[in-house]
């Protein structure tokens, strides 16, 4: 019923950018589950469990772990269909596969994800 798809990983040198992008499918009322839901980012690294790094609410304000502070950014476009996450100064640490999801997360909208690896 409700499909995330994400998009826009790579390979990125440390200090570089990189943006992530989201596309959300419609549900039977004709809006995106953007529309009446939290949204967030989550990545996984190899060996460790998937953390929250970027959240934006209904109202429209955001929140970030402190890894990533001051260098990521979330945002929602105006027709709701789609969430990015813009990544700058980025470092080998933020080496992980990039989700997106709604705030809490279900399980039912995990997709396959967007690799991002930093390294020289």
């Known amino acids: 019923q409700v499909q995330l798809v994400e998009s826009g990983g790579g390979l990125v040198h440390p200090g570089g950018s990189q943006r992530l992008s989201c596309a959300a499918s419609r549900n039977i009322f004709g809006i995106t589950v953007f529309s009446i839901k939290d949204l967030g980012w989550y990545r996984q690294a190899p060996g460790n469990q998937r953390e929250l790094v970027a959240a934006i609410s209904l109202d429209g304000s955001t929140n970030y772990t402190d890894h990533v502070k001051g260098r990521f950014t979330i945002s929602r476009d105006n027709a709701k269909t789609m969430v990015y996450l813009q990544m700058n100064n980025l470092k080998p640490d933020d080496t992980a596969v990039y989700y997106c999801?709604?705030?809490?997360?279900?399980?039912?909208?995990w997709g396959q994800g967007t690799q991002v690896t930093v390294s020289s």
């Open positions: 999801n709604i705030v809490p997360a279900t399980d039912r909208y």
